[in-house]
């Protein structure tokens, strides 16, 4: 089984389309990986081979690629929580995750 992080296609497509932030999400530059990615392992060490690449403005909440079996999944870590109740949430595609996110937005621009 392979422990490494491959982007999903779905992922790969929507940025190859210049798909861009869903506020309140951002997407994470490369220039800010590593900080997030420090951010989540020094919390929480038990997360070492996840791949950050959103987060939500006004929470704590980021956006990562996990390995989950031999699939890539994405969830949703909340920061500076408790150990055990940090997943806020998980979906089992990159295009699950975006559809919740676009619902996000909407009611983020109605607000």
């Not at 220039?31 to 950050?52: G, M, R, V």
């Not at 690449?53 to 870590?77: H, L």
């Not at 998980?90 to 975006?98: A, G, M």
Request: proline share 5%; aromatic share 14%.
């Amino acid at each position: 089984m392979s422990n490494t992080i491959q982007f999903p296609e779905d992922y790969k497509k929507y940025r190859r389309f210049k798909g861009g932030n869903l506020p309140p999400w951002i997407f994470i530059e490369q220039k800010d990986f590593k900080e997030s990615l420090d951010a989540i392992t020094n919390q929480y060490p038990w997360h070492d081979n996840i791949y950050p690449f959103a987060i939500c403005g006004g929470t704590d909440d980021v956006a990562v690629f996990a390995i989950k079996d031999t699939k890539t999944v994405v969830r949703i870590i909340h920061l500076a929580t408790s150990k055990g109740l940090e997943i806020d949430g998980e979906y089992e595609s990159f295009s699950d995750w975006l559809l919740e996110a676009m619902k996000t937005t909407i009611a983020f621009i109605k607000a």
